[in-house]
């Protein structure tokens, strides 16, 4: 458990999040927060309820061998609200959707939306955003798709061996989907025929998850099938957080079966650093005996900067639960 006043993260992450859902209540003209949507001054009542949620995910996972379980559950459930929203969306319930118009929910359409129609979207605005505040959280903590693949992956445990090709298979699936893009945008390829694409490539991804990862232990849709998993893997570093494993690692290796992301195989251990793939989840620190795995950001301690990211990413993660839907 933390060894600091285990109340201090759970009471700015609730302040934290009342404050920035309080600015989106009185500065966006659009009802934003759900409950808002039905009942009139419904926004003021949903905020403590979404930060006091954010409070208690904070508490619990304060201490590293609850992460593992309580990232699991509330990404889940995280899911579970979005697509929630979404299927009533799609019968005819359009205050459940942002816009009031449907869009595919295909994390690769992150990316090949904005290409296809030549304009940034409010998805990739938001992707961006978070990279840039958080790393790689979107792909242990926001994801939409990752949560299900995450909880596949969870009921094995993951073996010692690599993925094999890796990277050869991350990098063409890549190039794939952004030149499949612009060939449909120089065709002037039909918003159907594009959306049908797009909802082909997602029905694979679900068909990865409910039968390879969940055999192998490891999240395969995110670290080699995902595009988006792909850009996050490189443009995480321009967020400062790090992690890395000291040299009172003892090669033990058992942070091996804790890691869904593939980047705790022997050689990363023995480099001294999760490989490119890891998001920075924390589900490895616990099963450290030597406590050798450790958050850095910039001069901190490491007990500090685990805590600050477990306050911006869960903060985000808050925010999202009440705001994210399409």
């Known amino acids: 458990m933390n060894k600091q006043n285990p109340y201090i993260l759970p009471l700015l992450v ?5 404050l920035t859902l309080s600015i989106v209540q009185i500065k966006v003209q659009s009802p934003m927060i759900l409950l808002e ?5 419904g926004g003021w009542i949903e905020i403590p309820f979404i930060a006091f949620y954010g409070a208690l995910v904070a508490w619990k996972m304060q201490d590293p061998k609850n992460v593992a379980k309580w990232r699991r559950n509330t990404w889940l459930l995280f899911s579970i609200v979005f697509f929630g929203q979404l299927l009533l969306g799609i019968i005819g319930f359009d205050k459940f959707l942002m816009t009031g118009k449907l869009h595919l929910p295909v994390p690769a359409m992150i990316l090949s939306g904005p290409l296809y129609r030549a304009e940034l979207s409010f998805m990739t605005i938001l992707f961006i955003s978070t990279v840039v505040l958080s790393g790689p959280a979107w792909c242990s903590h926001l994801c939409y798709f990752g949560a299900m693949d995450n909880f596949a992956a969870s009921r094995k445990k993951p073996g010692f061996k690599a993925i094999k090709n890796k990277w050869a298979i991350k990098y063409t699936l890549l190039l794939i989907v952004i030149l499949g893009t612009l060939l449909f945008r120089w065709f002037n390829a039909s918003w159907l025929t594009a959306a049908v694409a797009g909802g082909l490539f997602g029905i694979i991804g679900l068909g990865i998850i409910i039968f390879i990862s969940q055999k192998e232990g490891k999240m ?5 099938y995902c595009p988006i998993g792909t850009i996050v893997n490189y443009t995480r570093f321009i967020n400062p957080f790090r ?8 090669l033990c290796m058992k942070c091996t079966s804790a890691c869904n992301y593939d980047a705790l195989n022997p050689e990363d251990i023995k480099n001294e650093k999760p490989g490119l793939s890891c998001t920075h989840c924390g589900d490895c620190v616990a099963s450290c005996h030597a406590n050798s795995i450790k958050y850095k950001f910039f001069r901190m301690k490491p007990s500090a900067a685990r805590n600050l990211y477990l306050f911006i990413t869960i903060s ?3 925010v999202f639960m009440a705001l994210a839907r399409l």
């Not at 609730?14 to 009342?18: E, G, I, R």
């Not at 949507?37 to 001054?41: C, D, I, N, S």
């Open 14 to 18: 609730f302040l934290f999040v009342a």
């Open 37 to 41: 949507r039905f009942l009139p001054g």
């Open 220 to 224: 395969v849709h995110c670290v080699v």
């Open 243 to 250: 992690m890395y494993i000291d040299n009172s690692c003892t």
């Open 316 to 318: 985000i993660h808050a």
